[in-house]
């Protein structure tokens, strides 16, 4: 068997971001805000607020993720111009 080294990789072939990266936004933002959505539910005796919560959680995350996987390219094609 041959061993590949990732860094022989073309550039244009070489991933831009870890999806794992993504994966984790998303389930953090609604595990947290589903969590604060749910006590905020059992404080104000309400029904409403943890799906509030779980809504918001995975717009932050998607909002993260585009914020971070766009920086990461944005860097890489200032590094390639110079």
Known sequence: MTQQNPDSAPDHESPRGDPWHAFGYLVAGV???GFLGGVADRWLESSF????GILLGAG???YMTFARFNRSQDQQSKQEKN
């Open 60 to 62: 932050l995350g998607l």
């Open 31 to 33: 595990g947290m805000y």
């Open 49 to 52: 607020l943890v799906v509030i």
